[in-house]
């Protein structure tokens, strides 16, 4: 079967650094995402890696290794406004996008 | 401002009633999706569409049906709505298959069925 799995909770302080990783293993990989979600709010857009490496957007990175099945997604200079659930997803070979449950950040002061 | 617009963001039922929730997206994307969001359970398909009239069954299709009649607009139905079926839904569409920018999700209809 298909499975995605990334820590259920997590609490980091205000200004540090967190890391949020994910395990995969699926029929076929063509992609991983990461989205953030906002309580009651929808999902929206983080980051996509295809190859293995770092990719970098401001505060945000996110690394994947293919060959073990493993991406993190790294959070610097956390905020307030960085509470959220944050969504692992990986594309398979049917092209279709299988979840991971999420891990839902605390920020704390 | 691209978006996916869902037509209700909150909406209660009676067991047994049918309910529509409608999606529409302004983007001219393929395909789009229908999921369920529950707690501890992540999200998870019930529906999707890569073409007009087109349907394919997700991971948890029993109790629903689709309609795609139009390119940009996606509808979900509960022929007979169930108290298991109070959750959040999510509509999203995205490009053609391997699209690096992924899915784009509605603001979502939380519903109840009472």
């Known amino acids: 079967g298909q499975n995605i799995d990334q820590p259920t909770e997590m609490t980091a302080t205000e200004g540090a650094i967190v890391q949020i990783n994910c395990t995969y293993q699926?029929?076929?990989?063509?992609?991983l995402f990461w989205y953030q979600q906002h309580a009651g709010e929808a999902p929206t857009f983080l980051s996509y890696?295809?190859l293995d490496g770092l990719e970098e957007k401001g505060r945000f990175s996110s690394f994947l290794s293919r060959s073990k099945g493993y991406s993190y997604l790294l959070l610097k200079e956390l905020q307030m406004k960085d509470s959220a659930s944050y969504l692992c997803?990986?594309?398979?070979?049917?092209?279709?996008?299988?979840w991971g449950a999420g891990t839902k950040l605390i920020i704390k002061p | 401002d691209v978006k996916v617009t869902q037509s209700s963001r909150y909406l209660v039922k009676r067991t047994g009633e049918k309910v529509f929730l409608e999606c529409v997206q302004d983007?001219?994307?393929?395909?789009m999706f229908w999921y369920r969001q529950d707690p501890g359970l992540g999200l998870r398909l019930i529906y999707f569409?890569?073409?007009?009239?087109?349907?394919e069954k997700g991971d948890i299709p029993e109790g629903y049906s689709v309609s795609r009649e139009k390119k940009e607009r996606f509808s979900l139905i509960l022929e007979s709505a169930s108290t298991n079926q109070t959750s959040m839904y999510l509509c999203?569409?995205?490009?053609?298959?391997?699209?690096?920018?992924?899915?784009?999700f509605g603001s979502g209809t939380r519903l109840t069925v009472v």
């Open positions: 983007m001219d994307h393929e395909n």
């Open positions: 997803a990986v594309l398979d070979s049917n092209y279709q996008l299988i």
């Open positions: 699926t029929s076929g990989f063509n992609g």
């Open positions: 569409s890569y073409d007009v009239k087109m349907k």
């Open positions: 999203a569409s995205s490009r053609e298959d391997g699209d690096r920018y992924g899915y784009t």
């Open positions: 890696n295809v």
